[in-house]
T-cell receptor, first 113, second 114 residues
Framework: GQQLNQSPQSMFIQEGEDVSMNCTSS?????WLWYKQDPGEGPVLLIA?????ELTSNGRLTAQFGITRKDSFLNISASIPSDVGIYFCAGYPVGGSNYKLTFGKGTLLTVNP | GAVVSQHPSRVICKSGTSVKIECRSL??????MFWYRQFPKQSLMLMATSNEGSKATYEQGVEKDKFLINHASLTLSTLTVTSAHPEDSSFYIC??????????FGQGTRLTVV
């Protein structure tokens, strides 16, 4: 099935640094969702975006719905060790099946204290 | 956000036996739930869509007789891995959506078949 192009695949950063990751698609999306998954757990919803150009924050996290509706990015500011995990972008493509999400392959974030 | 509870979180079973995994939406009703499988260091792979009151819809390549899905109520879907074999060992995750604009996931179930 369709997949989102998520990059980078992995990141190694120092505590305190800012992080940016993004997702792109050849198709138009009407919703973008960003999740974090800790080892052995299910994904947890971080931010949901519903309109082109929308910029939404959740604490140190900020995400934007791209103007073209084909991309989204997630920024994490002043990273801390507990930010470690896998971050997934996901979305509902226009014309896709109801409720059926399309996922990126994930960004593995490692934060060195 | 909405709460989706999955049980058990870990299960070990013998080869040839069946295992049932439950997925509950605790604070909303869900006519549709989804079951995913996740291999190490990979993204979630959709296995099937669970539909309340009707048959599940399986993704291409997923054996419906191996992975039985029952969605008997608006808050409960179950996935039964029948005649489990070591290659069925994996991390299984369910999700449900209170609206068409977001999805919430269960905690996942680590299945180990020995």
């Amino acid at each position: 099935g369709q997949q989102l192009n998520q990059s980078p695949q992995s990141m190694f950063i120092q505590e305190g640094e800012d992080v940016s990751m993004n997702c792109t698609s050849s198709s138009i999306f009407n919703t973008w969702l960003w999740y974090k998954q800790d080892p052995g757990e299910g994904p947890v919803l971080l931010i949901a975006l519903y309109k082109a150009g929308e910029l939404t924050s959740n604490g140190r996290l900020t995400a934007q719905f791209g103007i073209t509706r084909k991309d989204s990015f997630l920024n994490i500011s002043a990273s801390i060790p507990s930010d470690v995990g896998i971050y997934f972008c996901a979305g509902y493509p226009v014309g896709g099946s109801n409720y059926k999400l399309t996922f990126g392959k994930g960004t593995l974030l490692t934060v060195n204290p | 956000g909405a709460v989706v509870s999955q049980h058990p979180s870990r299960v070990i079973c013998k080869s040839g036996t069946s295992v049932k995994i439950e997925c509950r939406s605790l604070d909303f009703q869900a006519t549709t739930m989804f079951w995913y499988r996740q291999f190490p260091k990979q993204s979630l792979m959709l296995m099937a869509t669970s539909n309340e009151g009707s048959k599940a819809t399986y993704e291409q390549g997923v054996e419906k007789d191996k992975f039985l899905i029952n969605h008997a109520s608006l808050t409960l879907s179950t996935l039964t891995v029948t005649s489990a074999h070591p290659e069925d060992s994996s991390f299984y995750i369910c999700s449900a959506s209170p609206t068409i604009t977001e999805a919430f996931f269960g905690q996942g179930t680590r299945l180990t078949v020995v």
